[in-house]
């Protein structure tokens, strides 16, 4: 499975961004989509967490502000971010992983098999 990420841009405080993620290479009825960041010198966190059933997740860092959606037929998964503040600047990660994992704590990086190059959203003025 192949996740390329687009979207990430220099906004400012306060303002918003929608990052996408298409997925190529297998079909997504039954896969799960995490959005990560890592910020330079700290660790990869998870943001956002949609299942195949369209559950999701989200760090409380970003509840209410962020959203994360899917569109099977589209084989993405998009990351809509309101209201952004300095503290959100990194870089975003797309990842995905199968329904064995459906158990596993969405915020566990490992259980996810394929991640996306990763995009660059920085919040500034």
């Given amino acids: 499975l192949q996740l390329v990420e ?23 009825d039954h896969t799960s989509f995490g959005w990560f960041r ?33 569109d099977n037929a589209k084989n993405a998964t998009y990351l809509q971010m309101n209201s952004l503040k300095p503290e959100d600047s990194a870089v975003y990660y797309c990842a995905a992983r199968g329904i064995q994992a459906i158990y596993v704590p969405w915020r566990r990086i490992d259980s996810f098999r394929s991640w996306g190059q990763g995009t660059q959203v920085t919040v500034s003025s």
């Fill in 6 to 28: 687009s979207g990430g841009a220099l906004v400012q405080p306060g303002g918003s961004l929608r990052l996408s993620c298409v997925a190529a290479g297998v079909a997504l």
């Fill in 38 to 70: 890592q910020a330079p010198g700290k660790e990869r966190e998870g943001v956002a967490y949609i299942s195949h059933h369209g559950n999701t997740n989200y760090a409380d860092s970003v509840k209410g502000r962020f959203a994360i959606t899917r």
